[in-house]
């Protein structure tokens, strides 16, 4: 593992015995960014983390969790089962964060068991997806609940999503139009995406660039090789383009788990085009 | 003074009086179209402005302008601006010009900027060989083959898929069969073993591009007829 190669020093041990430890909470809240990190999977590390979802201790000043943020970001990058109704509990949380850290969690474990929690927090729908006064997000994270909804839910909740491609802000519309092309195939949807590309806002450029290569929109290829923003990002944006193209239209599993299956004769004429772009930005 | 450089002294001008960050990237822009040496020191000078939308416009430039500008490269890249200096070695990994080798090969294996070693590996697979002396263009290749073995296996994905782009490209430039034939025996492992899908298929991609090269002479007993 090259990742645990390239760590800081602190031991897998230590960075479990920080996180056991409620002495400091300081070390315990770096613990368990450094588990999720480096992907400590380790049936300790695991159940430390679970522990920390239930901390009281550390209390940001407006009352928020935030040992709990990280236990909840890391869990979606380690692999047990035990995560996800923990993290499904997570999104009853009180803090904005947790709930938005649990529901990123939830879509990065890909158990479809995760949906009916999150549909219940679009509940009221696009009328009630306003601002928290004096704080700088919505009542919900819509963002990342519509964005794992997407990645886990099937055709049926297409109607839920629709109304959120006219919401107020345009992250909200992005990840409503982002999932809608996941649930329905429909080149429309991934096609809003390709059009924010064009706007003069940097930040939403750079978010379309990474929504489009997550779905691996592929006739995006072009306009995504020529909008305006950095290399770096651009070349992550056709990576997914390339690798939606690289694996067979029937699979529906993880890309990661297509890797291991690559037939390597299989470039077709868009991939070896998607490869032209990316070489023309290294 | 002739129309050129009227146009010069206007654009050179416009980027010193840029007062906003779009505006001094449009200057740079507008400085580097005009394709004219007499720009490459300003246009150096702004890769230290900290403007990326300026530094790429004047990388950009630079690179047209080509072998001329090495010289005011290699001056700049000893400077203490990190950022400086990762615009300068972009501009000199695009232009390909044998005199920035040493300092691609360095940057390449060892800068601690993924999209830095990016730019750099890039650059080593498109260097002008026919710039060198035979003898010495032997010399550097081998040079340049052993680091970019070794880059192929930079744990960032992007690097190892700059690599494999690099060696294709080292590959077409060599006619030497050792060289070619640890190439393709690295694009293999690639193609194997790589855990990123995306760099399996450039090493595909790789292989089959140089296909015609490596294809080995027929063997004499398939030549006989039976």
């Known amino acids: 593992m090259s990742d645990i190669a390239d760590a800081p020093p602190l031991t897998i041990d230590q960075a479990i015995a920080n996180l056991q430890q409620t002495d400091d909470p300081g070390l315990r809240y770096y613990a368990a960014w450094w588990i999720g990190r480096f992907r400590v999977n380790h049936p300790d590390a695991i159940a430390a983390l679970l522990a920390a979802l239930e901390d009281e201790q550390d209390r940001s000043p407006d009352g928020g969790y935030p040992l709990r943020r990280n236990a909840a970001r890391a869990l979606g990058k380690l692999d047990s089962s035990l995560a996800v109704p923990a993290l499904l509990k997570c999104l009853d949380s009180s803090d904005y964060y947790v709930r938005e850290a649990a529901a990123q969690s939830l879509e990065m474990l890909g158990d479809p068991a995760a949906v009916p929690g999150l549909l219940n927090l679009l509940a009221g729908g696009v009328e009630a997806a306003i601002a928290v006064p004096d704080k700088p997000h919505l009542v919900q994270p819509y963002n990342a609940i519509i964005e794992a909804l997407g990645t886990l839910g099937d055709w049926p909740l297409v109607p839920e999503i629709i109304p959120f491609l006219d919401h107020d802000q345009p992250q909200v519309r992005n990840a409503a139009a982002r999932a809608l092309y996941q649930l329905t195939g429909k080149p429309e949807y991934a096609e809003r995406l390709v059009e924010v590309l064009y706007c003069p806002d940097l930040q939403l450029r750079r978010s379309a660039l990474m929504d489009l290569g997550a779905v691996g929109y592929g006739p995006a290829a072009g306009a995504i090789a020529r909008t305006l923003a950095e290399n770096s990002m651009k070349l992550i944006a056709l990576k997914g383009v390339l690798e939606r193209q690289l694996c067979p239209d029937d699979f529906e599993g993880r890309l990661e788990d297509y890797a291991k299956r690559f037939d390597p004769l299989s470039l077709s004429a868009p991939a070896i085009e998607t490869m032209a772009l990316m070489d023309s930005l290294l | ?226």
Request: proline share 4%.
């Open chain 2, 1 to 226: 003074m002739s129309d050129q450089s009227d146009q010069l002294q206007t654009c050179l001008t416009a980027v010193e009086q840029a007062d906003s960050a779009a505006g001094l990237a449009a200057a740079v822009a507008a400085l580097a179209a005009l394709k004219d040496e007499r720009a490459a020191e300003m246009l150096i000078q702004t890769l230290g402005y900290n403007n990326p939308g300026a530094a790429v416009a004047a990388v950009d430039g630079l690179i047209k302008l080509g072998s001329p500008v090495v010289p005011l490269l290699l001056a700049q890249l000893d400077s203490d601006n990190y950022g400086a200096r990762a615009w300068a070695l972009r501009a000199l990994a695009g232009i390909g010009d044998p005199r920035g080798l040493t300092l691609l090969l360095k940057t390449a294996t060892d800068d601690f900027a993924l999209s830095v070693r990016r730019a750099a590996t890039r650059g080593l697979g498109i260097i002008q060989w026919e710039a060198l002396e035979p003898k010495a263009q032997q010399a550097a290749q081998a040079e340049v083959k052993t680091a970019l073995l070794q880059v192929v296996r930079d744990p960032e994905w992007v690097v190892r898929y700059a690599g494999i782009v690099a060696v294709q490209g080292l590959a077409m430039a060599v006619d030497d069969h050792s060289t070619i034939a640890a190439i393709e025996d690295c694009l293999q492992e690639r193609i194997a073993a790589d855990e990123v899908l995306a760099v399996r298929a450039r090493a595909q991609w790789a292989v089959q591009q140089l296909a015609p090269k490596s294809a080995p002479e027929p063997a004499l007993d398939e030549q006989t007829p039976d």
